[in-house]
């Protein structure tokens, strides 16, 4: 057998590499301590918000609950991925295993899954608040609580459990390097020498399904279609301020999913992917607890009292 043959049979399961974002930086060092401190910001932000959401009865309400439940996925989120970043950056290297990819993989995959769910749920809460608003106090309680978030989970988890098996199967014969900071399918599939085109399109469709049926088409055409035929520019206006925290957390979220998962190849190129991935899984973890706290009198009443105890508490 020559070297050629045994490194066919071989490579399928050599070590990725995984190029990052420090390399291609001048200032590796000074981006590695901005990442950081990003990534404390948004522990300690979505940490406090969470805190607050259980601690303040005022908060104790369905829409809160899938906050807290959105600020816990990012905080997951943001930890699978640039943990392993920083720490390959500290000690000078950039491999990751097979094994290690693919529970990366899984992991993001399931918290992305679970987020996309959880959104559409968000959507139902506003769409019983704003087009049922007599039947909402009967019809939302904390067993639908449970349910909705525990199929948020459960079907992120089937997301994770589906792509994640066949990604990882398809043969890698070509680079071993992934431009990405994150063993994100799109990259990976990149390295496969056999033809995905197919489970391209499956996937795109996975994503149509989980993003524009249920959130779209469904929920916000209900909602902006009662916010039109209400009589009164009070109503209206209130309507909006509770829908504009979450729309704008959805155009977020949403809007890096369909470049990533819905855009055809042809319009990917490794920096673009890195960037859109930055801005979803680094930035957007720090930007929703201060969209849901800063726009919300709730929140910052509830921040204001813990803070007033506890500077009382040192007195």
């Given at each position: 057998m020559d070297i050629t043959t045994w490194i066919t049979?071989?490579?399928?399961?050599?070590?990725?590499i995984l190029v990052g974002?420090?390399?291609?930086?001048q200032h590796s060092a000074l981006l590695c301590v901005v990442i950081f401190l990003v990534f404390l910001v948004a522990?300690?932000?979505n940490s406090v918000l969470i805190i607050l959401i259980h601690s303040s009865a005022k908060l104790h309400s369905l829409m809160y609950f899938f906050i807290s439940q959105l600020s816990f996925m990012d905080m997951m989120s943001i930890s699978i991925t640039v943990t392993k970043m920083l720490l390959n950056q500290v000690l000078g290297v950039s491999t990751i295993s097979v094994p290690e990819c693919?529970?990366?993989?899984?992991?993001?995959?399931?918290?992305?899954?679970?987020?996309?769910?959880?959104?559409a749920a968000m959507a139902y809460d506003h769409y019983m608040v704003i087009c049922h608003p007599l039947h909402y106090p009967v019809l939302i309680n904390h067993r639908l609580c449970l349910l909705l978030a525990s199929g948020c989970w459960f079907l992120g988890s089937v997301d994770g459990f589906m792509l994640t098996p066949v990604t990882m199967t398809y043969p890698f014969y070509r680079s071993r390097e992934i431009q990405h900071f994150v063993c994100e399918v799109p990259a990976v599939m990149?390295?496969?020498c056999s033809d995905t085109s197919l489970y391209e399109t499956l996937m795109y469709l996975c994503c149509v399904q989980m993003l524009l049926i249920p959130v779209t088409v469904i929920y916000y055409s209900f909602i902006f279609l009662t916010i039109h035929r209400m009589n009164s520019a009070e109503g209206r206006r209130k309507a909006l301020a509770t829908l504009?925290?979450?729309?704008?957390?959805?155009?977020?979220?949403?809007?890096?999913?369909?470049?990533?998962?819905?855009?055809?190849?042809s319009y990917h190129?490794?920096?673009?992917?890195?960037?859109?991935?930055?801005?979803?899984?680094?930035?957007?973890?720090?930007l929703n607890p201060l969209i849901y706290s800063f726009r919300n009198k709730d929140v910052t009443g509830a921040l204001r009292k813990m803070l007033s105890v506890e500077s009382f508490r040192k007195q």
């Open positions: 049979n071989h490579t399928e399961w050599a070590d990725f974002l420090f390399r291609k930086s522990l300690s932000g693919g529970i990366q993989m899984f992991l993001y995959l399931t918290l992305v899954g679970s987020e996309f769910f959880l959104l990149k390295l496969s504009s925290s979450h729309m704008m957390v959805v155009t977020l979220f949403y809007g890096a999913a369909v470049y990533t998962y819905m855009l055809p190849s190129t490794p920096q673009k992917d890195m960037m859109v991935s930055v801005f979803h899984t680094i930035l957007t973890p720090v």
